[in-house]
């Protein structure tokens, strides 16, 4: 079906399978990719929650339309689904799909199922992991480590060939990988400046990992923060990370993390 969206608009499209969710986001030329995991939760919990998490992805209020095929979703949810729905889709202004056949749903639908069956995900989440990994220099890919308010498009990393797999489950080993990246980045602004440009600090507080993407972590929070695609893949939904973090017109920056729990 052809997509009838303008420029101020944007497409979230969302999808959920048994334990697993995935939203595929564009706005313009831009896209964003999103997925998540909540072992043994059903489908209808995770469509829901693919639809709240693409919502609250959106930094700013902006016209989105969604689109889901799932009826739990028409409903609204039950229980705390519902009051996070409410405030999600309170932000925008929302409009529904609840049929047709779109290229970027099916593309979500497909995201969902290397989560549902693991085994069909091993090999990219190895591939992800490989580049956090290795000691290298930052890779000219690299973005700075901060919240975009535009819906920004995948970021590429290149992958080494070795790596120890072992450490794609470690919260250590994503915090570490994260932190030399915030350190060693040559494009981040200066840590001191930022500090005293801050409108707003958050300082040594635990903030949990809402959403995991091609490229980017979302922090309870703070919003989707653009990292090497090799970071993002060692991140998982659901851990707490101190962060300290300044915002500065219009923008987050991390300054520093440090393990929370898993």
Do not use: C
Not at 12 to 27: K, R
Not at 126 to 134: G, M, N, P, T, V
Request: proline content about 6%.
């Amino acid at each position: 079906m052809a997509d009838q969206q303008t420029s101020q608009q944007a497409l979230l499209h969302a999808a959920g399978g048994a334990g697993a969710w995935a939203v595929v986001l564009t706005f313009g030329a831009h896209r964003r990719e999103l997925q998540g995991a909540e072992p043994g939760a059903s489908a209808d919990r995770m469509a829901i929650t693919a639809v709240i998490t693409g919502l609250e992805a959106l930094t700013r209020p902006t016209a989105v339309e969604v689109r889901v095929h799932n009826d739990y979703v028409r409903r609204g949810g039950d229980g705390e689904l519902r009051e996070r729905f409410k405030a999600a889709a309170g932000r925008h202004r929302v409009t529904w799909r609840w049929s047709g056949e779109y290229e970027e749903l099916t593309q979500a639908q497909a995201l969902v199922a290397p989560a549902v069956d693991p085994r069909k995900g091993q090999l990219a989440d190895l591939a992800l992991a490989i580049a956090a990994i290795e000691k290298a220099p930052p890779s000219a890919n690299a973005v700075p480590v901060r919240v975009k308010n535009a819906v920004p498009a995948a970021v590429p990393a290149a992958v080494p060939a070795a790596v120890p797999a072992a450490a794609a489950n470690s919260i250590e080993a994503f915090v570490e990988a994260l932190g030399e990246h915030i350190a060693d980045d040559p494009q981040a602004p200066d840590p001191a400046e930022l500090v005293e440009l801050a409108e707003e600090m958050v300082e040594d507080e635990p903030r949990a990992i809402t959403a995991v993407g091609q490229g980017e972590v979302t922090f309870e929070g703070i919003g989707a923060v653009a990292v090497p695609a090799g970071i993002a893949g060692l991140a998982r939904v659901g851990w707490r990370v101190l962060l300290s973090a300044a915002f500065v017109e219009g923008n987050w920056y991390l300054l520093d993390v440090a393990p929370g729990e898993s």
